[in-house]
Protein backbone atom coordinates (compact mmCIF):
# COMPACT_ATOMS: atom_id res chain seq x y z
CA UNK A 1 0.00 0.00 0.00
CA UNK A 2 0.94 3.87 -0.36
CA UNK A 3 3.06 4.93 2.39
CA UNK A 4 3.61 8.36 3.68
CA UNK A 5 7.19 8.76 5.46
CA UNK A 6 7.14 11.92 8.08
CA UNK A 7 10.43 12.42 9.91
CA UNK A 8 11.86 13.64 12.08
CA UNK A 9 9.41 11.97 14.36
CA UNK A 10 10.05 13.80 17.29
CA UNK A 11 12.24 17.01 18.10
CA UNK A 12 13.30 18.73 21.01
CA UNK A 13 14.37 22.70 20.20
CA UNK A 14 14.82 25.57 22.05
CA UNK A 15 12.53 28.51 22.19
CA UNK A 16 13.18 30.83 19.05
CA UNK A 17 14.36 28.48 16.94
CA UNK A 18 12.52 26.91 13.74
CA UNK A 19 12.06 23.34 13.21
CA UNK A 20 11.17 21.80 9.71
CA UNK A 21 8.79 18.86 9.56
CA UNK A 22 9.22 16.73 6.11
CA UNK A 23 6.31 14.42 4.58
CA UNK A 24 7.24 12.75 1.35
CA UNK A 25 5.15 10.33 -0.56
CA UNK A 26 7.19 7.24 -1.14
CA UNK A 27 5.42 5.56 -3.75
CA UNK A 28 2.82 7.82 -5.08
CA UNK A 29 2.17 11.22 -6.27
CA UNK A 30 0.63 13.39 -3.93
CA UNK A 31 -1.04 16.44 -5.37
CA UNK A 32 -2.33 17.45 -1.76
CA UNK A 33 -0.98 17.14 1.46
CA UNK A 34 -2.80 18.24 4.47
CA UNK A 35 -1.47 19.09 8.14
CA UNK A 36 -2.78 18.40 11.19
CA UNK A 37 -1.89 19.07 14.68
CA UNK A 38 -2.88 17.26 17.29
CA UNK A 39 -2.77 18.20 21.30
CA UNK A 40 -2.61 15.84 24.36
CA UNK A 41 -5.79 13.72 24.31
CA UNK A 42 -7.69 15.95 21.87
CA UNK A 43 -8.25 15.46 17.89
CA UNK A 44 -7.05 16.23 14.90
CA UNK A 45 -6.92 19.57 14.09
CA UNK A 46 -6.38 21.12 10.41
CA UNK A 47 -3.70 23.56 10.03
CA UNK A 48 -3.23 24.22 6.41
CA UNK A 49 -3.76 22.59 3.33
CA UNK A 50 -0.80 21.81 0.47
CA UNK A 51 -1.16 21.82 -3.10
CA UNK A 52 2.07 21.15 -5.09
CA UNK A 53 3.06 24.31 -6.73
CA UNK A 54 0.67 26.87 -5.11
CA UNK A 55 0.32 28.43 -1.96
CA UNK A 56 -1.00 27.12 1.07
CA UNK A 57 -4.66 27.30 2.31
CA UNK A 58 -4.79 27.66 5.47
CA UNK A 59 -7.74 27.29 8.25
CA UNK A 60 -8.28 30.37 10.12
CA UNK A 61 -6.99 31.00 13.34
CA UNK A 62 -3.73 29.30 11.74
CA UNK A 63 -0.91 31.54 11.27
CA UNK A 64 1.00 31.59 7.95
CA UNK A 65 3.82 33.28 8.44
CA UNK A 66 4.17 30.80 11.71
CA UNK A 67 3.99 27.97 10.21
CA UNK A 68 5.04 28.17 6.85
CA UNK A 69 4.16 25.23 4.46
CA UNK A 70 6.09 24.21 1.22
CA UNK A 71 4.76 22.03 -1.38
CA UNK A 72 7.48 22.19 -3.77
CA UNK A 73 7.52 18.77 -5.51
CA UNK A 74 4.35 16.31 -5.69
CA UNK A 75 6.11 14.02 -2.97
CA UNK A 76 7.43 16.33 -0.57
CA UNK A 77 5.76 18.74 1.27
CA UNK A 78 7.30 21.16 4.81
CA UNK A 79 6.20 22.35 7.80
CA UNK A 80 8.21 24.68 9.24
CA UNK A 81 7.77 26.42 12.46
CA UNK A 82 9.08 29.78 12.36
CA UNK A 83 10.07 31.00 15.98
CA UNK A 84 9.09 27.83 17.94
CA UNK A 85 8.09 29.19 21.32
CA UNK A 86 6.65 26.20 24.40
CA UNK A 87 2.95 26.83 23.26
CA UNK A 88 3.55 25.27 19.54
CA UNK A 89 4.50 22.23 21.49
CA UNK A 90 2.39 19.29 20.09
CA UNK A 91 1.70 16.48 17.61
CA UNK A 92 1.70 17.56 14.07
CA UNK A 93 0.73 14.57 11.71
CA UNK A 94 0.59 15.05 7.61
CA UNK A 95 -1.29 13.35 5.19
CA UNK A 96 -1.19 13.02 1.65
CA UNK A 97 -3.61 12.36 -1.30
CA UNK A 98 -2.99 10.66 -4.45
CA UNK A 99 -3.58 12.43 -7.95
CA UNK A 100 -7.58 12.85 -8.50
CA UNK A 101 -8.79 9.61 -10.71
CA UNK A 102 -6.36 6.50 -9.84
CA UNK A 103 -6.48 4.00 -7.72
CA UNK A 104 -4.58 5.81 -5.07
CA UNK A 105 -6.97 8.41 -4.32
CA UNK A 106 -7.18 8.48 -1.12
CA UNK A 107 -5.77 9.53 1.81
CA UNK A 108 -2.57 8.44 3.98
CA UNK A 109 -1.32 9.28 6.77
CA UNK A 110 2.58 9.97 8.07
CA UNK A 111 3.59 8.61 11.34
CA UNK A 112 3.66 11.99 12.95
CA UNK A 113 5.92 14.41 14.69
CA UNK A 114 6.18 15.37 18.66
CA UNK A 115 7.64 18.85 18.51
CA UNK A 116 8.57 19.88 22.23
CA UNK A 117 9.51 23.41 22.56
CA UNK A 118 11.82 24.11 26.17
CA UNK B 1 -18.61 23.84 14.84
CA UNK B 2 -17.49 20.34 15.19
CA UNK B 3 -17.88 17.89 12.85
CA UNK B 4 -17.52 13.78 14.19
CA UNK B 5 -18.42 13.99 17.85
CA UNK B 6 -17.82 10.95 19.38
CA UNK B 7 -19.47 9.17 22.42
CA UNK B 8 -18.67 8.08 24.74
CA UNK B 9 -15.27 9.75 25.31
CA UNK B 10 -13.56 6.79 27.06
CA UNK B 11 -14.63 3.14 27.08
CA UNK B 12 -13.63 0.44 29.71
CA UNK B 13 -14.37 -2.85 28.60
CA UNK B 14 -13.25 -6.86 29.34
CA UNK B 15 -11.30 -8.83 26.56
CA UNK B 16 -13.81 -10.72 24.86
CA UNK B 17 -16.96 -8.12 24.86
CA UNK B 18 -17.82 -5.75 22.23
CA UNK B 19 -17.03 -2.35 22.18
CA UNK B 20 -19.55 0.23 20.56
CA UNK B 21 -18.86 3.78 19.72
CA UNK B 22 -20.47 6.39 18.28
CA UNK B 23 -20.24 9.85 16.04
CA UNK B 24 -22.11 12.60 15.05
CA UNK B 25 -21.66 14.58 12.38
CA UNK B 26 -23.36 18.03 11.05
CA UNK B 27 -23.27 18.31 7.39
CA UNK B 28 -23.73 16.02 4.31
CA UNK B 29 -20.55 13.87 3.62
CA UNK B 30 -19.24 11.99 0.76
CA UNK B 31 -17.57 9.28 3.06
CA UNK B 32 -17.06 8.92 6.60
CA UNK B 33 -13.98 7.25 8.04
CA UNK B 34 -12.89 5.49 11.02
CA UNK B 35 -8.86 5.80 12.27
CA UNK B 36 -7.54 4.29 15.11
CA UNK B 37 -4.28 6.18 16.79
CA UNK B 38 -1.93 4.35 19.54
CA UNK B 39 -0.75 7.09 21.94
CA UNK B 40 1.80 9.48 20.29
CA UNK B 41 1.42 7.29 16.97
CA UNK B 42 0.12 8.10 13.72
CA UNK B 43 -3.09 7.58 12.64
CA UNK B 44 -3.88 4.23 11.10
CA UNK B 45 -7.36 4.13 8.74
CA UNK B 46 -9.64 1.12 9.72
CA UNK B 47 -12.48 1.57 7.76
CA UNK B 48 -14.04 4.15 4.88
CA UNK B 49 -17.99 3.96 4.80
CA UNK B 50 -19.26 6.01 1.54
CA UNK B 51 -22.31 8.21 2.37
CA UNK B 52 -24.86 5.73 0.21
CA UNK B 53 -23.80 2.94 2.46
CA UNK B 54 -25.67 1.81 5.38
CA UNK B 55 -23.49 -0.79 7.01
CA UNK B 56 -19.74 -1.90 6.41
CA UNK B 57 -17.79 -5.01 7.60
CA UNK B 58 -14.17 -5.63 8.17
CA UNK B 59 -12.79 -8.23 10.09
CA UNK B 60 -14.01 -7.80 13.37
CA UNK B 61 -15.49 -4.06 12.80
CA UNK B 62 -18.25 -3.21 12.01
CA UNK B 63 -19.69 0.11 11.03
CA UNK B 64 -23.06 1.91 10.53
CA UNK B 65 -23.66 5.11 8.65
CA UNK B 66 -27.21 6.84 9.13
CA UNK B 67 -27.32 9.81 6.88
CA UNK B 68 -30.98 10.89 8.16
CA UNK B 69 -29.41 11.12 11.68
CA UNK B 70 -25.95 12.29 10.56
CA UNK B 71 -24.47 9.55 12.95
CA UNK B 72 -22.39 6.57 12.46
CA UNK B 73 -21.32 3.35 14.88
CA UNK B 74 -17.91 1.58 14.80
CA UNK B 75 -18.42 -2.11 16.57
CA UNK B 76 -15.26 -3.83 17.70
CA UNK B 77 -16.29 -7.66 18.38
CA UNK B 78 -14.56 -10.25 20.50
CA UNK B 79 -12.22 -7.31 22.04
CA UNK B 80 -8.55 -8.11 22.96
CA UNK B 81 -6.50 -5.65 24.63
CA UNK B 82 -4.06 -4.47 21.66
CA UNK B 83 -7.42 -3.08 20.77
CA UNK B 84 -6.82 -0.53 23.01
CA UNK B 85 -6.15 2.97 21.45
CA UNK B 86 -8.31 5.80 20.57
CA UNK B 87 -10.80 5.83 17.63
CA UNK B 88 -11.71 8.92 15.36
CA UNK B 89 -14.62 9.24 13.37
CA UNK B 90 -13.52 11.79 10.42
CA UNK B 91 -16.03 13.34 7.99
CA UNK B 92 -14.85 14.01 4.56
CA UNK B 93 -18.01 16.78 3.64
CA UNK B 94 -19.35 17.14 0.35
CA UNK B 95 -17.72 19.51 -1.88
CA UNK B 96 -14.49 19.78 0.74
CA UNK B 97 -11.98 17.63 -1.25
CA UNK B 98 -10.76 14.91 0.94
CA UNK B 99 -10.12 17.84 3.55
CA UNK B 100 -11.31 15.73 6.61
CA UNK B 101 -12.51 16.89 10.14
CA UNK B 102 -12.07 14.88 13.06
CA UNK B 103 -13.55 14.61 15.82
CA UNK B 104 -13.09 14.32 19.38
CA UNK B 105 -12.17 10.38 19.87
CA UNK B 106 -13.18 7.59 21.62
CA UNK B 107 -10.19 6.07 23.80
CA UNK B 108 -10.74 2.41 24.24
CA UNK B 109 -9.73 0.66 26.78
CA UNK B 110 -9.44 -3.33 26.97
CA UNK B 111 -8.74 -4.99 30.10
CA UNK B 112 -6.88 -8.18 29.81
Known amino acids: GAVVSQHPSWVICKSGTSVKIECRSL??????MFWYRQFPKQSLMLMATSNEGSKATYEQGVEKDKFLINHASLTLSTLTVTSAHPEDSSFYIC??????????????FGSGTQLSVL | SQQGEEDPQALSIQEGENATMNCSYK?????LQWYRQNSGRGLVHLIL?????REKHSGRLRVTLDTSKKSSSLLITASRAADTASYFCATDAAGSNYKLTFGKGTLLTVNP
Open chain 1, 27 to 32: DFQATT
Open chain 2, 49 to 53: IRSNE
Open chain 2, 27 to 31: TSINN
Open chain 1, 95 to 108: SARGVPGTAIEKLF
